[in-house]
């Protein structure tokens, strides 16, 4: 909900033309005009929601845009937004737009150590392009805890994987850093960010990681660990023993590039 209601006001101010002025002027009033109209939808589908949880949840909601609103206002940096929600390494169904595509249709290969490749494929939530148009730099929406800097020992590869696939498909720009931004009213004081410097240092470790990954994938081994248990769905075979049972299985020897990448 969140990601849509900033895809259309973003694309709306880019239309004015996107400026720090107009996003002054206008962003109180477009953006609770968006908001409510997408809230409503949203609700539309949710028919079973008690009215007080609705209310409570547009004014979470509210406040959450209009902190980061106000930060956008605040932090004048001279890039603007240029792309939202641009897919690549796929071909998207079902959502009909007037904006030009930022990244060229066609797959996006990524050579692993193995001496194999994947194909990459994802969306990312908004890029923006320096005033000179050289410059191009990758921002990714979150909500909740942010993932960890670096590589997380494999679970914070996004950034990195960004970058390769804008530069892959885009070498006319230089592109300049990634970074993850908060939209439901974390903490801004520290951002996290991968610049393309520190990609290109350690795109071996990168690359290797990303290796070892698949290959266990395609082994059938998912490699789960206690803090991914959230999004698991059958975190209740392991109960409250999860930590008991990593502990169990860390001897197996199928887990040697798990350990590896952790």
Same mark, same amino acid.
């Given at each position: 909900l969140l990601h849509s209601i900033l895809e259309e006001f973003f694309l709306t101010l880019k239309r004015d033309p996107y400026s720090r002025e107009t996003l002054g002027v206008l962003s109180d009033k477009l953006l609770g005009e968006i908001a409510d109209k997408r809230f409503r939808l949203w609700t539309e589908t949710r028919p079973n #929601?008690? %009215?007080?949880?609705?209310?409570?949840? &547009?004014?979470?909601?509210?406040?959450? $845009?209009?902190? @980061? #609103?106000?930060?956008?206002?605040?932090?004048?940096? =001279?890039?603007?937004?240029?792309a939202f929600e641009e897919p690549f390494g796929f071909l998207p169904s079902g959502k009909e737009t007037d904006e030009p595509? *930022? *990244?060229?249709?066609?797959?996006?290969?990524?050579? $692993?150590? !193995?001496?194999?490749?994947?194909?990459?494929?994802? &969306?990312?939530?908004?890029?923006?392009? =320096? %005033?000179?148009?050289?410059?191009?730099?990758?921002?990714?929406?979150?909500? =909740?805890?942010?993932?960890?800097?670096?590589?997380?020992?494999g679970t914070a590869l996004q950034l990195g994987l960004y970058l390769y696939a804008a !530069? *892959? #498909? &885009? %070498?006319? $720009?230089?592109?300049? !850093?990634?970074?993850?931004?908060?939209?439901?009213?974390g903490n801004y004081a520290d951002p996290i960010s991968l610049t393309i410097e520190e990609f290109e240092?350690? @795109?071996?470790?990168?690359?290797?990681?990303?290796?070892?990954?698949?290959?266990?994938?395609?082994?059938? #081994?998912? *490699?789960?660990?206690?803090?991914?248990?959230?999004?698991?769905? $059958?975190?209740d075979v392991c109960g409250a023993y999860e930590q008991e049972g990593l502990a169990g299985k860390m001897n197996d020897p199928r887990l040697g590039e798990w350990r590896w990448v952790r």
């Amino acid at each position: 909900l969140l990601h849509s209601i900033l895809e259309e006001f973003f694309l709306t101010l880019k239309r004015d033309p996107y400026s720090r002025e107009t996003l002054g002027v206008l962003s109180d009033k477009l953006l609770g005009e968006i908001a409510d109209k997408r809230f409503r939808l949203w609700t539309e589908t949710r028919p079973n #929601l008690a %009215p007080a949880w609705k209310n409570f949840e &547009r004014e979470q909601m509210m406040r959450h $845009l209009q902190a @980061f #609103l106000r930060r956008e206002i605040n932090i004048s940096t =001279g890039y603007v937004a240029e792309a939202f929600e641009e897919p690549f390494g796929f071909l998207p169904s079902g959502k009909e737009t007037d904006e030009p595509r *930022f *990244f060229p249709m066609g797959p996006v290969p990524f050579n $692993l150590t !193995s001496g194999k490749s994947v194909k990459l494929r994802g &969306r990312v939530d908004r890029i923006e392009v =320096g %005033p000179e148009g050289g410059d191009a730099r990758i921002i990714d929406y979150k909500t =909740g805890r942010l993932p960890a800097s670096g590589y997380g020992g494999g679970t914070a590869l996004q950034l990195g994987l960004y970058l390769y696939a804008a !530069s *892959f #498909l &885009r %070498p006319d $720009l230089k592109w300049k !850093s990634a970074k993850y931004e908060t939209i439901d009213g974390g903490n801004y004081a520290d951002p996290i960010s991968l610049t393309i410097e520190e990609f290109e240092e350690t @795109f071996g470790i990168f690359t290797e990681i990303v290796t070892k990954l698949v290959m266990g994938m395609s082994n059938g #081994l998912f *490699f789960p660990a206690p803090r991914s248990c959230v999004a698991c769905p $059958l975190s209740d075979v392991c109960g409250a023993y999860e930590q008991e049972g990593l502990a169990g299985k860390m001897n197996d020897p199928r887990l040697g590039e798990w350990r590896w990448v952790r």
